[in-house]
């Protein structure tokens, strides 16, 4: 697609659910990462995929948060279990070929506003 | 592990003056982006710089590459309404993810 799409735009659910929020990469992007920005603050990095690998998780707060991608392009992050301070704005993007140059530029989806009540 | 720092966090400007915002980090970077978010959107680039001394523009937007490596400088010139809106660095070094500032809101007063 033209751009990074990212679905639901908006998620409202119960504190104890299961939540699924899905990024739709730049097509031909190999790299995909996955932000948490907190009200007013800024971007927290949770995780990055090359292909359909994830060479860096670190940034995952709990075992309660995954992700996967399959094909080499869309990717599902899910959050098990939810909690208050779970809500957020979650922030996907994704680059064309990190480690070099031009290619490593990460450009994002509009993001998923999370609410858990 | 890496952290940059943004400044000034806020600030309130007339319509039609300059901006003049910084971010530094604690360690070299050898890549350095700008981006404008909106409220309610993802973030957008702005600009991309590569090289240490790198000067870029666009548009009304200029973007530096400090001799350092350790900062970069973002200008806006004759600012208007639409600049509102949080400013972020991120930079990277080889073989590691970005790092983002925390960002600096910038308010544009009528």
């Known amino acids: 697609g033209a751009g990074v799409s990212q679905s639901p735009s908006n998620k409202v659910t119960e504190k104890g659910k299961d939540v699924e929020l899905r990024c739709d990469p730049i097509?031909?992007?190999?790299?995909l990462y996955w932000y948490r920005q907190s009200l007013g603050q800024g971007l927290e990095f949770l995780i990055y995929?090359?292909?359909?690998?994830?060479?860096?998780k670190s940034g995952l707060p709990s075992d309660r948060f995954s992700a996967e991608r399959t094909g080499g392009s869309v990717s599902t992050l899910t959050i098990q279990r939810t909690q208050q301070e779970d809500s957020a704005v979650y922030l996907c993007?994704?680059?064309?070929?990190?480690?070099?140059?031009?290619?490593?530029?990460?450009?994002f989806g509009p993001g998923t506003r999370l609410l858990v009540l | 592990g890496q952290q940059l720092n943004q400044s000034p966090q806020s600030m309130f400007i007339q319509e039609g003056e300059d901006v003049s915002m910084n971010c530094t980090s604690s360690?070299?970077?050898?890549?350095w982006l700008w981006y404008k978010q909106d409220p309610g959107e993802g973030p957008v680039l702005l600009i991309a710089?590569?090289?240490?001394?790198e000067l870029t523009s666009n548009g009304r937007l200029t973007a530096q590459f400090g001799i350092t490596r350790k900062d970069s400088f973002l200008n806006i010139s004759a600012s208007i309404p639409s600049d509102v809106g949080i400013y972020f660095c991120?930079?990277?070094?080889?073989?590691?993810?970005?790092?983002f500032g925390p960002g600096t809101r910038l308010s544009v007063l009528p």
């Open positions: 995929f090359q292909g359909n690998s994830a060479p860096d």
């Open positions: 097509s031909g992007h190999t790299a």
């Open positions: 710089l590569y090289k240490a001394g």
């Open positions: 993007a994704s680059s064309a070929i990190p480690g070099q140059g031009a290619g490593e530029t990460q450009y």
């Open positions: 360690s070299i970077f050898n890549t």
């Open positions: 991120a930079g990277r070094n080889y073989g590691q993810n970005f790092v």
